[in-house]
């Protein structure tokens, strides 16, 4: 093969080609550079001399269906300027690896459109070659994502694994990137981002996050100039959770068959927004039913539906007359769950109005959540925890396929 065709196909430049063979289906060739073009790998000089030779065997670009690889004899050289004693640098791979440059290119840019075990049945490696090469590839590019321009920021947790496992997000909400993945889901699983974030001289302003304790005294510890915004998808998520134990409740002491049997199959239906319910399917008429036989679900319901409405307010003024007037009703109620909410949102009221300053809210978690779950069902989650982070940190920037 000619030295032109080994570097345009191969990306091995420099080199000629002294013997091609085949072996087993594989395509061999031997390649060597001329003991002119040999320098000190620690100083460059070239006044060498060779102390030895191993050969080394390089998997290559295939052709076709056809694996090849390339078998170099690599000299150890003694140097006579600085002394050392090396062996020669193999300019077309990355130091220990037993692949070519132009082969790991190949493989991952297959990664971009294949599961990883569809990449290493058509290049006949191993699946952890593969997974290996992928980890390291998303290392080096979504490691270390800059935090230098972050201004407002979400913190949630997600579950992995039914539950047994938990992670912390924090989310970039102007860029919608994810800038850090950390274990666990309380204050401490941020400890590493505190850690990096101090010498970014980052100057975050707002946070948004849920009413739970979990992240916000952390917080408050290391930003203590950020507002904190309490987010409205966890206030409906909250609010959603209630509602469905209540209902729970009145269908388990409903005492007559056809009230019980009204408020079966409404679970959802009180969940959704009042403008999403289908009139086609008649779920607005089966909810009205509901509620008609249920006067505390009915008043909860509408309150649900009323406090979303605390988001929709000409400013701060208005929105704190609005909330305060709600939690007063909730509270007048003697509906239970309704009097619970509105001791929850009491407490968390500055932060809820802070909305109102800052109009951030971690919405754009969602669709990343979305995503991870995709990315769950895949056995590398399990098997790599690491591996598993770092393509979290990609979701939103890389061109990999979301597949194992
Ligand atoms: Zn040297």
């Given at each position: 093969m000619s030295t032109s065709l080994l570097y345009h196909a191969f990306g091995i430049r420099g080199y000629e080609c002294t013997r091609t063979r085949y072996e087993g289906g594989s395509v061999i060739f031997s390649i060597r550079r001329e003991p002119e073009t040999w320098r000190c790998s620690s100083c460059g000089s070239a006044r060498v001399i060779r102390r030895g030779q191993v050969t080394r065997r390089f998997r290559s670009l295939p052709i076709g269906a056809r694996a090849t690889f390339v078998d170099l004899p690599i000299p150890r050289l003694e140097c006579h300027h600085c002394g050392a004693v090396r062996q020669v640098e193999v300019p077309f791979a990355d130091p220990r690896r037993s692949y070519t440059r132009s082969f790991q290119r190949y493989a991952l840019e297959l990664g971009r459109r294949m599961t990883i075990r569809d990449v290493a049945v058509h290049l006949g490696v191993g699946w952890d070659l593969i997974k290996d090469m992928q980890k390291r590839d998303l290392s080096r590019r979504f490691a270390r994502p800059k935090l230098k321009h972050l201004r407002h920021i979400a913190i949630d947790e997600i579950?992995?694994?039914?539950?047994?496992?938990?992670?912390?997000?924090?989310?970039?909400?102007?860029?919608?990137?994810?800038?850090?993945?950390?274990?666990?889901?309380?204050?401490?699983a941020l400890k590493p981002f505190w850690k990096r974030l101090r010498p970014s001289r980052a100057k975050i302003e707002a946070v948004a996050m849920d009413m739970s304790a979990a992240y916000r005294g952390a917080v408050t510890r290391h930003l203590p100039k950020a507002k904190i915004v309490f987010d409205r998808f966890h206030v409906a998520q909250l609010f959603n959770e209630k509602l469905s134990d209540l209902r729970r409740d009145l269908h388990r002491e409903a005492a007559d068959v056809l009230q019980k049997s009204v408020l079966k199959g409404t679970r959802w239906l009180l969940l959704k927004g009042a403008e999403n319910l289908d009139k086609e399917k008649g779920e607005k008429k089966r909810l009205e039913e509901a509620l008609a036989l249920n006067k505390p679900l009915a008043t909860a319901y509408y309150m649900k539906e009323e406090l979303r409405q605390f988001w929709e307010q000409p400013g701060k003024r208005f929105a704190t007359v609005f909330l305060d007037g709600w939690i007063r009703r909730a509270v007048a109620s003697g509906i239970r769950v309704l009097q619970q909410m509105a001791k929850t949102l009491a407490l968390h009221r500055s932060g809820l109005l802070a909305y109102y300053d800052v109009r951030i809210t971690s919405g754009p978690m969602e669709g990343t959540n979305n995503k991870i779950k995709t990315m769950k069902r895949q056995a590398y989650g399990f098997r790599d925890w690491g591996f598993f982070k770092l393509k979290i940190l990609a979701i939103h920037e890389t061109r990999y396929e979301l597949v194992g």
């Open positions: 579950s992995i694994g039914r539950g047994h496992r938990y992670l912390t997000l924090v989310l970039d909400l102007q860029t919608g990137r994810v800038v850090f993945v950390g274990d666990g889901k309380a204050g401490d």
